[in-house]
């Protein structure tokens, strides 16, 4: 079968094109042929390249030049290669993109199935521009309805996003649960040793809240102790930031580095494991790849309280909980850590894997087997 997948990026950092990779190496492995169509940029706004053959696995990648652009709605002209190509099926990704219409016009014409995967874009209203809001209201209002209900299923990436989609009127049996999903080989590489370290992984934004780990960091009692490791793609205003607040601790900045980020599964898999405890301090996730992955490798996973992180950790059990933005809770959490005895720790650890075996991508791969029938 062939499969079409169309997104805002493919390549970078970003936790839309890391669900739109992990399926599309699995449609390979199953046989199928994978294209992906997106934007020529990154989601940090640097180039790509304009066409890729993933290393390793044959999935073809092409990027269309943006025509424009408002905030996440980006415009780029792929009707006429997707009519060339007659895919099977398209797996379009995002809710309010300029690219959903077309694609189902496209598979109308082509008398094909069109999924539709919003990876939970709905956010608290504070967090958005204030001009922004009235413009997502006013095109659910308006369009958003019709669209969802154009497309043959809604993915929800996660449980509670179901609630969101009924309200924009979504019909419920259009909704199916097929939650991001890891690569087997998270749950069958060798397991690699670990420092005293803490890692962040995942992308260089303002919403991913660095700086409450790394204030956090360097007033508890693990900075001497341990290390603190930011792996992102360095560059940009944010990344200015940071290294601003870690010039401003000049007695213990040497234990905290920042690396570029990383593509390639096995040195994602060997960075987590370099690491004993993993930070999340964003205000928002949907279901974050991060934490699943680190629970996969049985580390100590530490998260805001976002919707995604409750869905996945239950506090004290299988990881910890803080409130967003709450630096002394995380300081507090880290030290009690330091403390923590090695029996407690892999308590915590065991409960960590057993949740993440729910999101092996043999076990969410049954689920696309069955819709692409």
Request: aromatic share 10%.
């Amino acid at each position: 079968m062939k499969i079409l997948q169309i997104c805002n990026f493919s390549s970078g950092i970003s936790g839309v094109w890391t669900r739109v990779l992990e399926d599309s190496l699995e449609f390979v492995k199953r046989g199928h042929d994978v294209f992906i169509f997106s934007s020529d940029k990154e989601e940090n706004g640097q180039e790509a390249m304009a066409t890729e053959v993933y290393p390793y696995d044959g999935i073809r990648i092409r990027r269309f030049p943006i025509k424009r652009k408002v905030g996440y709605a980006i415009w780029f002209d792929f009707v006429e290669e997707a009519l060339k190509l007659k895919p099977d099926v398209i797996i379009c990704h995002g809710l309010r993109k300029p690219y959903l219409g077309p694609a189902i016009k496209i598979a109308k014409k082509l008398g094909i199935k069109c999924f539709l995967i919003t990876h939970a874009p709905f956010v608290d209203k504070e967090l958005r521009a204030p001009g922004l809001n009235f413009a997502i209201w006013f095109y659910d209002k308006v369009k958003g309805r019709k669209m969802m209900n154009s497309f043959d299923k809604v993915l929800a990436v996660c449980k509670w996003e179901k609630e969101d989609l009924l309200r924009l009127g979504c019909e419920e049996e259009r909704i199916v649960y097929v939650p991001n999903s890891l690569s087997e080989e998270f749950f069958n590489q060798k397991p690699g040793s670990a420092e005293k370290k803490i890692l962040f992984m995942g992308r260089m934004h303002p919403v991913k809240e660095i700086e409450t780990l790394m204030i956090a960091f360097l007033n508890s009692n693990l900075r001497d102790a341990y290390k603190l490791e930011i792996v992102s793609s360095l560059n940009g205003k944010y990344y200015k930031k940071l290294e601003g607040i870690k010039k401003d601790f000049e007695k213990h900045n040497q234990n905290i580095f920042f690396t570029n980020e990383l593509s390639l599964i096995k040195d994602k898999i060997d960075k987590i494991d370099s690491a004993e405890i993993f930070v999340l301090p964003s205000k928002k996730e949907s279901l974050p790849f991060g934490i699943i992955e680190a629970m996969s490798r049985g580390k100590i996973v530490i998260a805001t309280k976002t919707k995604g992180a409750l869905e996945l950790i239950k506090d004290g059990e299988n990881g910890f909980l803080f409130d967003i933005g709450n630096i002394g809770e995380l300081r507090v959490l880290l030290n009690n850590i330091l403390e923590m005895s090695e029996e407690r720790k892999n308590q915590v650890r065991q409960e960590a894997m057993i949740t993440s075996q729910e999101f092996r991508i043999s076990n969410i791969m049954n689920k696309w087997e069955g819709l692409l029938k």
